[in-house]
Structures are given as C-alpha cells and as structure tokens.
C-alpha cells in the first residue's frame, strides 16, 4: 500500500491522501478498485499514457496476479541484454558493497521480505545517488513509450513509472519509498547470491560437507582449517568452478585482494582493538626481531614453530566472535578470516609486512584509547612497563579479558615467554 503522501496509483495525479486513500481503508487493499478517470489532463504526454495503462491494471477484476507478473517482467528486462540493462550497476561497484552487508543481514533476519528491505536500506547509500534515481525514473519513461514493448510490459513499466514520481532524489534512500528500485536492485544480488552458492557448493563438496546442510556466514573456522589440511581437493574443485564463472573469481579476487593486501602490507581496517593490535606486534615483532629485509634469510621451518599458536588460535576465535558480533563493523569478519588464511598460508610475508605497520586503525572503548596505542605503535621497541598505563586504563573500565590480555604481553616482554631459539638458516 502506497504512503499517504505518494501519488496515487490510480494515477490521477494527486497524492494518495487527496485520492483514494479512503477507499483502500474502507475496504482493504486486494478489493478496492478506483473509478475509470480517463486520460488525466495537466500532466506531460508519458505521465498521462502511464495513469491510463495503470489504470487498466488496478481496474482489473484480476489486477493482483497482473501486478505480480508485472513485477516478474521488469525483472525479466532488468536482466542482462534486457531493455532495462543499461540500470544495472557494474559488478566492480556492486559486490564489495553487498558483500560487506549480505551475511551480516542474513543472519539478522529470518523473513526474506524484511531481509531484502534491510539489504536494500544498508547498501542503497553507497549504491544510490540523485543521479541514478534520476536514471531509473527516465528509463521507465523511455521504455515506456518504445513502440517494441508488449501491452504486458507497458502496464508494468506504467506502475514503475508512477511509483517513480513519489521517489526522493536525494538521501535517505529507503527500501519503503523506492520501491521499484528496490526490487530490481534485489534481482541482482539474487544473480550474484547464485553465482556465489555455486562456488561455495564446489568448495563444500571438496570439503566433505553433505549436501543441503546448513552454512554459517561465509566459510568457516573450522572448513579453513580443512581446506588447508586438503589443499588439492580445495584447489580441484574451485578450478571446476572458476572455469564455469571465470568473472566471479576475477569480482571475488578484486573484494578480497584490499582485505588480503591489508594484512600482507601491514594495514588494517577498523576491526582491531588496541590490546589484540599489541599482542599481535608483540608476539610476531618483538620476540623475533626479524626485519623485512631478513626474511629471505629465515628458516621457513623454524619459524612456523616459532610462531605463537596462541596468535592463530585468537585469530580464529575472533574469525567467529566477528561473525556473531552484530556491533561489529562487517569489514571485520572478512578481514579475520583473510588474516587467518594468510597466516597459515603466508606466514613470512604476514610476520614481515605486520611488524612494518605503525599506525593501525583501532576501535575504542575509551577516549583516547587508540591514540594511547598509537603512541606505543610509533616506538621501536617496548619494555613491559610501557604498557602498565594502557593496562590500568583498561582494569578502570572494567574490560578484564583485555587487560589479562596486557598482563600477558607484558610477561612476554620480560622474558618470561618462550625463548627465542634460532630461526636463520646455517646457525
């Protein structure tokens, strides 16, 4: 049912308030059917054709099932090679935006209806601009009047056009009052979401999971953890898929390659706390002290032993506490997942490039926490009594697992952790 301020879908002309509002109250929405106006006067040429086609259709003693098959051929023309193609958004723009939100909403919400107006509201900001609202209302218009549409389609695209007049240009953008944006932006998550399911079944067959079997968000902890235990049927079966879609993994690898690079370059998003961006720095910089430089030089072997498994262990606690954390940025999961991947994968290139890093980019519980750590970011190396402010900060809030935390770097920093052993070739 249209808000009481969107032009009626009798199409008048009027809002909906001045219209026909009374009648839908009176007898609800599937029975009320508007009186025959005619042609509207005062309104421009496509505007008038579009208020006669919608009103064949809402006139229609079958006016519901019309209005749904309506809704199947925009979506029918929206796809590619369609007369309503040139409104898609590329694939380069579309999928980093909807794979930052998609499984965050699936998870917040069971009904798809709720679910698609939740996607829509969380990436139409990014997605939408008055310049693309502008365009979908004037390619209803032209396709509207092409003399090559069916009589089918001109009454679908006669709603689209009226439901049009009534859209805001500007921000917010919401899924209630561009409805008709709304559903053909859907249809294309739809066509990536398939896309996506049959990658992610090739990579679940090569894992042993049953067929049909619930998934959690994105892949998980422990299908990681198998996937590098059976590296070649992973890398079988995402071949058999990459060559039946290569653009997908092309649109994948650009998404992933920033978070991936993010963590080889020693760069983050706002995903980590202060205390996990020092534990991480003490563990894989301080004790070690190799330079970059030296890297060529290390003995892969020793240091796979050398790294702390406690590191990879909390990555790969954060990589599900991320993904049940709804306060959590999106971005963050991603990027725990990939810094897990690379740590198990690239473990020289995610030790070198991290102890570059000297400004991360941290959440915060408090006031100046970040800046508190960044100073300690900016120094070459630590003493455990560097940290006894950030410690006492943290006890003062009440944040106990991230001080214990602290303690325990600090008792890394004062040689009560393991030694270091040797870990360069040829000593």
């Known amino acids: 049912m249209p808000s009481r301020n969107d032009p009626c879908p009798c199409g008048s002309g009027q809002k909906f308030k001045r219209c026909c509002v009374s009648g839908y109250r009176r007898v609800g929405w599937d029975s009320y059917v508007p009186l025959r106006r005619g042609r509207p006067t005062g309104v421009d040429e496509v505007t008038a054709e579009a208020a006669v086609l919608a009103e064949e259709l809402l006139t229609s003693p079958n006016r519901i099932q019309q209005a749904t098959e309506g809704m199947a051929l925009l979506r029918d023309m929206f796809v590619e090679g369609g007369p309503l193609a040139s409104l898609r958004w590329s694939w380069d723009e579309f999928v980093p935006v909807v794979e930052r939100h998609i499984y965050r909403v699936t998870a917040e919400v069971k009904d798809m209806d709720e679910r698609r107006a939740r996607l829509f509201d969380r990436c139409a900001p990014e997605l ?9 209302a004037q390619e209803f218009r032209r396709a509207l009047m092409a003399p090559e549409r069916t009589p089918e389609e001109r009454r679908a695209l006669a709603m689209a056009v009226l439901a049009m007049r009534g859209a805001p240009r ?6 209630r009052r561009l409805g008709m944006v709304l559903w053909l932006m859907m249809e294309q998550v739809s066509e990536w979401v398939e896309r996506r399911c049959r990658m992610q079944a090739a990579v679940e067959w090569a ?3 049953e067929p049909g079997r619930a998934r959690g968000q994105g892949m998980s902890a422990r299908a990681m953890q198998r996937a ?10 995402m071949k058999a898929a990459a060559d039946a879609d290569p653009e997908l993994v092309e649109l994948l690898e650009k998404y992933e390659k920033a978070l991936l690079l993010s963590i080889i370059e020693g760069r983050t998003p706002e995903v980590l706390y202060g205390e996990e961006w020092l534990w991480l720095t003490v563990v ?5 002290r190799i330079e970059p430089e030296e890297a060529e030089l290390v003995d892969v072997a020793a240091l796979l032993a050398k790294l702390d498994e406690e590191v990879k262990q909390a990555i790969l606690t954060r990589v599900e506490a991320a993904s049940r954390d709804r306060s959590s940025l999106p971005e963050a999961q991603h990027w725990f997942e990939w810094a897990y991947k690379t740590l198990q994968i690239r473990p020289l290139a995610f030790f070198a ?19 508190l750590v960044h100073e300690l970011q900016r120094r070459e190396r630590w003493s455990a009594e560097d940290l006894e402010p950030y410690r006492l900060k943290l006890a003062a809030r009440d944040a106990h697992g ?3 935390r602290v303690r325990r770097l600090q008792a890394v920093l004062r040689g009560e952790g393991p030694s270091r052993g ?3 070739r040829g000593c």
């Open 402 to 404: 991230a001080e214990q």
């Open 207 to 209: 894992l042993g999971v």
């Open 170 to 175: 500007h921000p917010l953008y919401t899924s």
């Open 353 to 371: 490039m991290f102890a570059k890093a000297c400004e991360a980019q941290l959440l915060e519980r408090f006031e100046g926490e970040a800046e």
């Open 128 to 136: 939408l601009n008055p310049e693309r609202v502008e365009r979908f």
């Open 422 to 424: 040797t870990l360069f």
């Open 228 to 237: 590098m235990e059976e590296p070649e049927e992973m890398t079988a079966a």
């Open 284 to 288: 894989l910089r301080e004790p070690l």
